[in-house]
């Protein structure tokens, strides 16, 4: 299984190496070079698309880049930015997608655009039972890296 694959690799000997990828080929080959696991990255789909990141634009992308990075043999982990979405329910359905196209992990940003999304939204974003249905998979919930500012003001 998959995400039994990706789940142990966290917890082997020697520290996890995730490559990002952003298109099929960058996938096959840090496949071929013997990574045991890719990412993809929200950034580098949406440049190859020619679309802006973080802005919900590259969902179909991201799905697809999914599709045939997961018939690679090696466990594969998506940067779904902030779930393509405002409502949970909408971001549980893509996690569902996703487990049902064979992806081992998640990535849930805390970024939104030019600024960080606020910290109780994000709690219950990313925190759904929804999340654990169909399938067992492995949720990031990354932390974007910012500075505090003048009155407490995150700014990156």
């Not at 080929?25 to 990141?53: E, H, M, R, Y």
């Amino acid at each position: 299984m998959t995400f039994a694959r990706f789940r142990a690799l966290h917890h082997a000997g020697e520290p996890l190496l995730l490559p990002c990828v952003w298109d099929h080929a960058s996938a096959a080959a840090l496949a071929q070079a013997g990574f045991a696991a890719i990412g993809t990255t929200s950034l580098g789909v949406a440049a190859a698309a020619g679309k802006p990141d973080a802005g919900r634009a590259t969902r179909e992308e991201t799905l697809v880049l999914a599709r045939t990075t997961t018939g690679l043999g090696i466990p594969v982990t998506v940067d779904i930015e902030a779930g393509f979405a405002e409502a949970p329910e909408q971001v549980a359905d893509l996690v569902a997608k996703l487990a049902e196209l064979g992806v081992a992990g998640i990535n849930l940003e805390d970024g939104r655009g030019v600024r960080l999304a606020d910290l109780p939204a994000q709690t219950e974003l990313g925190g759904r039972p929804e999340y654990a249905r169909n399938t067992p998979r492995v949720a990031g919930a990354r932390v974007s890296a910012c500075a505090v500012g003048p009155r407490g003001r995150a700014r990156r």
